[in-house]
């Protein structure tokens, strides 16, 4: 059965419903209006900036890119964290809702087999995130795969680096993929070594070195370049070795006093060895081959299986201030430099 409703009851319904609605479009717009930061606010699209591969030397560049999501206008400053990083515009500001591309150039090492990389820190007006920081980084992969990538002989004497022949081995970068020893090249930019490519019992592609020239006693460096016939990717393996002098002699520095009653410098004692493989030997029969002239040595009793002792007579010359001596045993290749300081020269 039809019932009919009066227009003011229908009248409050329509009223009802229109303040529900506007309640409900109020709520939505508020809502809006308060996910949006106030302010500007920083949003950046990336923290890590992969650069690629490139070769040593090699400028890399890229782009950063951020965007202002807050009502206000966005400043910023950049900051690289090496001189090797360069980055375009250092500082500007960008309108509420706009976008800013950084450009970003980062420069490789100088040698194959190596990575870089460099923090990138924008600092800004955004008071939640006043600095955020894009971490940029390359590669320069290497041609070669080369072990050791150092050689390092080590201390020895003079007498045994003919003995020593290290052998380094050279291997494409996929495992799989052989390296036939004709393709590499390697130099080694020294007068006293040799170098030769070889292949190994197991079928590898090596270097070897080999020992041609005495070197004097000291520390010594070089460089030896590795790298495939017909190009000009060349790989650095540096090359060290300390050469220890074949006598021993204690002490390495004679300090001598001038006797004014007899007219000379006072003997003092010195001890040599030989050095050997398997520790030292006793040198005897020592002879000055280069030294201040009336310099004399006097091989004492034997008394230790050591060393062997001996006096040293400096004689009645007056040393110069950078006196030494230059004592050999043996056939003559065993030799070591003793220093002779005068303490009494200041006094007389």
């Known amino acids: 059965m039809y019932t009919r409703r009066s227009p003011g009851r229908l009248l409050a319904i329509v009223v009802v419903f229109a303040a529900v609605g506007a309640a409900l479009w109020n709520y939505d717009v508020l809502w809006r209006w308060s996910a949006v930061p106030r302010g500007a606010a920083i949003a950046l699209d990336q923290t890590r900036l992969n650069l690629g591969n490139g070769k040593p030397n ?69 008071v939640s995130h006043p600095s955020m920081t894009v971490v940029a980084f390359a590669t320069c992969p290497a041609p070669l795969v080369i072990r050791p990538p150092f050689v390092d002989f080590g201390a020895v004497s003079s007498g045994e680096l003919s003995t020593i022949t290290p052998v380094v081995l050279v291997e494409a970068p996929a495992a799989n993929n052989p390296l036939p020893c004709k393709e590499v090249d390697a130099r080694l930019f020294s007068p006293k070594f040799a170098v030769e490519t070889l292949r190994t019992s197991e079928g590898k592609c090596a270097i070897k070195m080999r020992h041609i020239m005495e070197l004097p006693p000291g520390n010594h460096s070089w460089t030896m370049e590795v ?43 010195l001890l040599l060895a030989e050095r050997l493989s398997q520790g030292t030997s006793p040198l005897t029969n020592a002879q000055i081959r280069r030294g201040p002239p009336g310099v004399k ?16 007579h400096c004689g009645g010359i007056p ?9 050999v045993g043996g056939q003559g290749t065993a030799y070591c430099k003793v220093s002779i300081i005068d303490v009494s020269r200041t006094a007389r």
């Open 58 to 126: 090699e400028t890399r560049t890229g782009q950063i890119t951020f965007r202002n999501t807050g009502t206000g206008v966005l400043t910023f400053q950049m900051h690289a964290s090496c001189g090797c990083t360069d980055v375009r515009p250092l500082s500007g500001s960008v309108s509420a809702g706009g976008v800013q591309t950084v450009h970003v150039s980062l420069r490789l090492p100088d040698n194959f087999g190596s990575e870089k990389s460099a923090s990138i820190t924008i600092e800004s007006n955004d």
């Open 227 to 269: 790298g495939l016939k017909g190009t000009t990717e060349w790989m650095h393996v540096p090359v060290r070795i300390k050469v220890e002098e074949k006598v021993l002699a204690v002490p390495s520095t004679l300090f001598v006093r001038w006797n004014p009653g007899m007219s000379c410098y006072e003997p003092v004692t």
């Open 297 to 312: 040595l006097e091989e004492l009793p034997a008394g230790n299986s050591r060393y062997c002792a001996y006096r040293v």
């Open 319 to 327: 040393l110069k201030r950078n006196d030494e001596l230059e004592i």
